[in-house]
T-cell receptor
Framework: NAGVMQNPRHLVRRRGQEARLRCSPM?????VYWYRQLPEEGLKFMVY????????ESGMPKERFSAEFPKEGPSILRIQQVVRGDSAAYFC?????????????????FGEGSRLTVL | GENVEQHPSTLSVQEGDSAVIKCTYS??????FPWYKQELGKRPQLIID?????GEKKDQRIAVTLNKTAKHFSLHITETQPEDSAVYFC?????????????FGGGTRLMVKP
């Protein structure tokens, strides 16, 4: 029973290039969350997606960042024209189906993260 | 939105001593409070959680307490061991958030000296 799978684990990009990070949720999970962790800092929420829908992107920078979770395939976090400040660990987490009005089930299951280094 | 503050940012204890990490939250509607442990270079992993309908929960050497009135919750680790050394994150979740979105504290780096 594979957990949340993220790839690549490590990615090096030069300023101005594009970074694409992929996340496959746990089997049976249809909700994906992306968090960013800057060095020596906490986890900051970026975006919450369900299949083919962005539910909450309140933590996503307005420019250069985008996320998708297509009907088929993994969720993708895309960073265009990367800058040095984008260097961070990007964690994906998944959760089971959430039913509105029902107490949230709580736990998020995290992947091992993708560590982006911008030179 | 929710804001979670965590203290201290670093904590050094001697093996066998207890460690306490404290968090405060701002949204009185929050009702789920998990704690995650993150070892160096690894993913965060849930170690214990508490819901707002209970005041305390214990699991072997770790316990969590919640004071809803004061909007703070704490993690207690007794008889610390070197393998407890890691960064610990508290988090809070509101039923008004979409899905299981968690707001995390800034983390506490716990160092247990043998």
């Amino acid at each position: 029973n594979a957990g949340v799978m993220q790839n690549p684990r490590h990615l090096v990009r030069r300023r101005g290039q594009e970074a694409r990070l992929r996340c496959s949720p746990m089997k049976g999970h249809s909700h994906v969350y992306w968090y960013r962790q800057l060095p020596e800092e906490g986890l900051k929420f970026m975006v919450y997606l369900q299949k083919e829908n962005i539910i909450d992107e309140s933590g996503m920078p307005k420019e250069r960042f985008s996320a998708e979770f297509p009907k088929e395939g993994p969720s993708i976090l895309r960073i265009q024209q990367v800058v040095r400040g984008d260097s961070a660990a990007y964690f994906c987490a998944s959760s089971p189906t959430w039913l509105k009005g029902v107490s949230n089930t709580g736990e998020l299951f995290f992947g091992e993260g993708s560590r982006l280094t911008v030179l | 939105g929710e804001n979670v503050e965590q203290h201290p940012s670093t904590l050094s204890v001697q093996e066998g001593d207890s460690a306490v990490i404290k968090c405060t939250y701002s949204d009185s509607a929050s009702n789920y409070f998990p704690w995650y442990k993150q070892e160096l270079g690894k993913r965060p992993q849930l170690i214990i959680d508490i819901r707002s309908n209970v005041g305390e929960k214990k699991d072997q050497r770790i316990a969590v307490t919640l004071n809803k009135t004061a909007k703070h919750f704490s993690l207690h680790i007794t008889e610390t061991q070197p393998e407890d050394s890691a960064v610990y994150f508290c988090a809070a979740s509101s039923p008004y958030n979409a899905g299981n979105m968690l707001t995390f504290g800034g983390g506490t780096r716990l160092m247990v000296k043998p």
